[in-house]
Nanobody, 115 residues
Framework: QVQVVESGGGLVQPGGSLRLTCTAS????????RAWYRQAPGKQRELVAS???????NYADSVKGRFTISRDYRKNTAYLQMDSLKPEDTAVYYC?????????WGQGTQVTVSS
């Protein structure tokens, strides 16, 4: 079973940037889906961004133009570059991977946007 681990969360001021990293424990097929979700206190988990296979990318409307998802197949890693952060981006961010019929979640990393 592949495992994924997030890193890169933390406290940042409004307007700042963070880059989240999600590393898989073993190789995941190029055709797989990698995604980032987030869950704020009292709210449901929501999709932030996803990348399928070689390049079909989808973003939540709330992050379009500010966040960028990418992946490095050689490193089994996915990234979420977050720019122009807002207080409403505060949440626990989860890495997700789907390969074949299997899917795996990370344990989450806290992102707090506050002055």
């Amino acid at each position: 079973q592949v495992q994924v681990v997030e890193s890169g969360g933390g406290l940042v001021q409004p307007g700042g940037s963070l880059r989240l990293t999600c590393t898989a424990s073993s190789r995941i097929a190029v055709s797989s889906t990698r995604a980032w979700y987030r869950q704020a206190p009292g709210k449901q988990r929501e999709l932030v961004a996803s990348i399928v296979g070689g390049g079909y990318i989808n973003y939540a409307d709330s992050v379009k133009g500010r966040f960028t998802i990418s992946r490095d197949y050689r490193k089994n890693t996915a990234y979420l570059q977050m720019d122009s952060l807002k207080p409403e981006d505060t949440a626990v961010y989860y890495c997700y991977a789907k390969y074949g019929s299997a899917e795996v979640w990370g344990q989450g990393t806290q992102v707090t946007v506050s002055s």
